[in-house]
């Protein structure tokens, strides 16, 4: 007797295109296609554990609500540095949604973190589940490290940016993988007006000034960290040009590198690099972006046997 494919759904890491996931999931439900297993990678991890959960839909209406207002509301900063604590988004995490321990969640869910100290790949899979959450998201320079067992913590992006090797070890057969990263390299930089002037790569409501106010502190932090301009090197980049540019371009040479030695039987790849980091409140358009790439994919996963013919 021929034993039903185990599905396993392996969510990547990509700051706010992660909404994307959220249409990915719809549009895999509507072809009749339902995984057995889900884990995620940063914002991968997040949508998996609301899915996990079974909070999905209350979680797409949240997202879909968002505005520039909202997202900077949840920015808790340290005194030095401009990084986020990353409390306040896992304390509402708690309150609006139910955090049970991973071992008792709907489906079986596993979010991937990175061992600071280490550099080490770190599966989660037993404990919180908004704490495991709150340590595959803490993206190095944006957030603070979250601690675990004597360990720190940062985002699991880093080291298994799109998470098939965790899918297959938690027993799935067929890997449905959703990359975020892979019309990223390059896009990231600014490109110069009509005059020659660089245009901002994040868009900012005009009428949210608190919000504006905050991604100048955030450059200021990441600014920071970096060596002083000179002659040589010209002026500072800016923080989505310098430091988190290079974090996208090593995610997407991690991910290509990883794929060639575990490639998932599938692969969705929804087009939003135009989305800026912190444009959480674009998740009308990101959601539909990811809905649109996995539909283009269903008549091959109609020919794996998966969902209406």
């Known amino acids: ?6 599905i396993g759904l392996a969510l990547g890491s990509g700051s706010a295109r992660g909404w994307a996931h959220i249409g990915v999931i719809r549009a895999l439900e509507q072809a009749g296609i339902k995984p057995d297993l889900v ?5 991968g991890a997040v949508v998996g554990a609301a899915y996990a959960l079974g909070e999905l839909d209350r979680f797409e209406q949240w ?3 968002l505005t520039g207002r909202t997202v900077f509301s949840f920015m808790d900063f340290k ?6 604590k990353g409390e306040r988004v896992i304390e509402f995490f708690r309150s609006r949604f139910s955090d049970r321990p991973i071992e008792a969640l709907d489906m079986p869910f596993a979010a991937v973190a990175t061992g600071l100290h280490s550099g080490s790949e770190v599966w989660l899979r037993t404990g919180s589940t908004a704490d495991a959450v709150r340590a595959s998201m803490a993206l190095p320079g944006l957030f603070t490290p979250a601690q675990r067992e004597g360990r720190l913590l940062v985002d699991g992006g880093l080291v298994n940016p799109v998470p098939v090797s965790l899918a297959r070890a938690m027993g799935a057969d067929i890997v449905i993988a959703v990359d975020l990263n892979a019309d990223i390299l390059g896009r990231h930089l600014r490109k110069p007006g009509a005059n020659g002037a660089a245009k901002p790569p994040v868009e900012v409501p005009e009428d949210d000034e608190e919000t504006a106010g905050w991604l100048d502190r955030l450059q200021d932090g990441f600014a920071s960290l970096l060596p002083p301009p000179g002659p040589a090197r010209g002026p500072t980049p800016a923080l989505r040009e310098g430091v988190l540019g290079s974090v996208n371009s090593m995610q997407v040479r991690i991910t290509r590198s990883r794929m060639a030695g575990d490639p998932p039987e599938v692969m969705i790849a929804p087009q939003l690099a135009h989305l800026g980091l912190m444009d959480f409140y ?3 358009e990101a959601i539909a972006e990811g809905q ?5 994919t269903l008549p091959f996963l109609q020919q794996l046997g998966l969902g209406a013919a």
């Open 292 to 296: 649109r790439a996995a539909e283009k």
């Open 63 to 65: 997202a879909r609500g």
């Open 39 to 43: 884990c995620g990678a940063s914002i």
């Open 1 to 6: 007797m021929n034993r039903k494919p185990v």
């Open 282 to 284: 674009r998740a009308e």
């Open 79 to 84: 005194l030095a540095g401009g990084m986020l």
